[in-house]
C-alpha cells in the first residue's frame, strides 16, 4: 500500500507567526489593570521578531517617549527590574487612537 504525501495549500511555517501574534496579543488583553509588564514585553524587538507585541516600536522609541513625557512613567519594582502598569498602558493606547 502506498501513502500520498499529504500536500499543504498554506505552509505551516507560514502560519504560525500569525497564531503567536494572535496568543501575544491576547495575553496582554488578559492581563488585569493591575498588573505589571515589562519592556521585553511591551515592544517590538529585531532579536525576536516572532514575538509580537501590543506597542508598534522599539525600546529606544519607548524610552524617548517617556522622557518627553508622551508615555507613561515606569515603575522601578527593584534596582534591576523595571515595568509599567497594564491600565496606564492601555489608557495611553487609548488616547493614541482617539487623537
Do not use: N, Y
Not at 498588573?35 to 522599539?58: G, M, T, W, Y
Request: net charge positive; with cysteine; aromatic share 8%.
Amino acid at each position: 500500500m502506498s501513502h500520498k504525501p499529504i500536500i499543504h495549500k498554506t505552509p505551516i511555517a507560514a502560519t504560525i507567526p500569525a497564531a503567536k501574534a494572535s496568543i501575544h496579543t491576547s495575553v496582554f488583553d488578559a492581563l488585569p489593570d493591575s498588573a505589571f509588564i515589562r519592556e521585553s514585553q511591551l515592544v517590538q524587538s529585531p532579536k525576536r521578531p516572532d514575538h509580537p507585541a501590543p506597542l508598534p516600536f522599539s525600546a529606544p522609541t519607548l524610552w524617548r517617549k517617556v522622557k518627553a513625557g508622551t508615555f507613561p512613567k515606569p515603575i522601578k519594582l527593584s534596582e534591576r527590574v523595571t515595568c509599567w502598569k497594564v491600565s496606564e498602558v492601555r489608557a495611553w493606547m487609548i488616547a493614541q487612537a482617539m487623537a
